[in-house]
């Protein structure tokens, strides 16, 4: 129910509206949503005496922890596979925060992995374009929304790039022009966050073309706008469909991994992965990665059948 003369703030998200009612309300309200209880215990949690770095990357306790979890997983694929570095990529910068939060969470893996890690942000730099698709989602973003400050980003942004443009021009531009440096960095971690399927579909050229060499053989992926969304809108269509061209280079969500992930966090149902089958390196094994053996456990006490008897 919305209050008398109040307009309805239901949008991605928010599917009864941002405040039904004041007060108490208003918290109970935030308070029943998973994200939000989340968040709040990842700050307690930071807090408790002894939690220092590493303990919050392991258990997730950091800002934006889906990116944590991309750049960790980019890391440790590249150490295995014998690369000395690799780059994160996030489509879509807007305001900047996300990159920040990249840039810090590159600098901490990279010290933890001896991984040397270059961190990449590509955006229009002028907000969001006209909508040129139904499916990019035109009745929850409008043209320039989500505006960047640049000088107040590139001053706080350290040795990341931020690269400003059309995509669909700066890309391949970049792909071009970083062709050596991304074989040594070659990229294993990419945040989706540009809103629109059409952007989407763009970004994706990254992993259309016929060359390996800036890519690992596995690459994890966020998707920051399927919340709220159907399959066949947005960022989840634009995978479908790069899905349907690619049988051999498939983008997939990752499949059971609240189960494996610290407090079972809700990004992880938003975790893919682009699966490079045709990638030279693809059947490499990644020392580590898993378990090598399984052995059979010692029979619990009392339980082992005696010698002799009936029974």
């Keep these: 129910m919305v209050r008398r003369g109040s307009s309805s703030t239901a949008q991605k998200g928010h599917p009864f509206g941002r405040r039904p009612a004041g007060g108490l309300a208003d918290v109970l309200w935030e308070w029943s949503k998973s994200g939000t209880r989340t968040a709040a ?5 930071r807090r408790l005496p002894g939690v220092g770095p590493a303990a919050a990357y392991r258990f ?3 800002e934006r922890p889906h990116y944590a979890y991309g750049v960790r997983r980019a890391t440790e694929s590249a150490a295995r596979l014998g690369h000395r570095g690799v780059t994160v990529v996030e489509f879509g910068v807007a305001g900047g925060n996300g990159l920040l939060a990249l ?8 010290a933890a992995t001896g991984v040397a890690v270059r961190v990449v942000g590509f955006d229009s730099g002028a907000g969001l374009p006209a909508a040129e698709d139904p499916r990019d989602l035109p009745y929850l973003f409008a043209p320039g929304y989500y505006t960047m400050d640049h000088d107040r980003l590139r001053a706080r942004m350290g040795p990341a790039e931020l690269v400003i443009g059309d995509l669909a021009r700066t890309l391949p531009e970049y792909l071009d022009a970083r062709a050596g440096v991304l074989r040594d960095h070659p990229v294993g971690f990419v945040a989706l966050d540009l809103d629109y399927y059409s952007s989407t579909a763009t970004a994706l050229d990254l992993f259309r073309g016929a060359a390996h ?3 690992l053989p596995r690459v994890t992926c966020y998707l920051d706008d399927l919340p709220g969304t159907i399959e ?3 960022e989840a269509a634009a995978v479908a469909d790069f899905n349907a061209a690619h049988h051999d ?3 997939g969500r990752v499949l059971g991994l609240r189960a494996f992930t610290p407090f079972d966090p ?6 893919y992965v682009h699966h490079r089958l045709d990638h030279p390196d693809y059947g490499r094994l990644e020392t580590g990665a898993t378990g090598d053996q399984l052995p059979l456990e010692p029979a619990p006490r009392g339980r082992r059948r005696r010698r002799g008897g009936t029974g």
């Design 41 to 45: 215990r990842n700050r307690l949690l």
């Design 103 to 110: 840039a810090e969470h590159a600098r901490y893996y990279a």
């Design 60 to 62: 997730g306790l950091v």
């Design 249 to 251: 280079r498939a983008i």
């Design 213 to 215: 060499a800036h890519l």
């Design 266 to 271: 809700p990004w992880a149902d938003q975790i």
């Design 232 to 234: 066949r809108i947005g």
